[in-house]
Nanobody
Framework: QVTLVESGGGLVQAGGSLRLACAASGRYLIGWFRQAPGKEREFVGLISWSGDNTAYADSVKGRFTISRDNAKNTAYLQMDSLKPGDTAVYYC?????????????????WGQGTQVTVSS
């Protein structure tokens, strides 16, 4: 059973930055998702098992950066130029298989989520 622990959410003004961390109990492909009130969970980005490959949703491309420290089994989501529309609960998720996917149901384990609120 994979354990994922997220940290780093909070309140920030528009244009500001936050960095989320996702500490895992092993090394897996990590996806980041977010869910705003009344909306479906949406894909934000992912990083491969090795850390060599990343992918992003169009809505965050150029503003968000995903990285990982495999020595610490921790993935990071650096969020810059934040907008009020980025307000959501952010989740990291682990996938045992290495094939990339943007579909939430294809991930095996989820973190508890962390709130990110961007004020205008």
């Amino acid at each position: 059973q994979v354990t994922l622990v997220e940290s780093g959410g909070g309140l920030v003004q528009a244009g500001g930055s936050l960095r989320l961390a996702c500490a895992a109990s092993g090394r897996y492909l990590i996806g980041w998702f977010r869910q705003a009130p009344g909306k479906e969970r949406e894909f934000v980005g992912l990083i491969s098992w090795s850390g060599d490959n990343t992918a992003y949703a169009d809505s965050v491309k150029g503003r968000f950066t995903i990285s990982r420290d495999n020595a610490k089994n921790t993935a990071y989501l650096q969020m810059d130029s934040l907008k009020p529309g980025d307000t959501a609960v952010y989740y990291c998720a682990a996938r045992y298989l290495r094939r990339h996917t943007t579909k939430p149901y294809e991930y095996d384990n989820w973190g508890q989520g962390t709130q990110v609120t961007v004020s205008s």
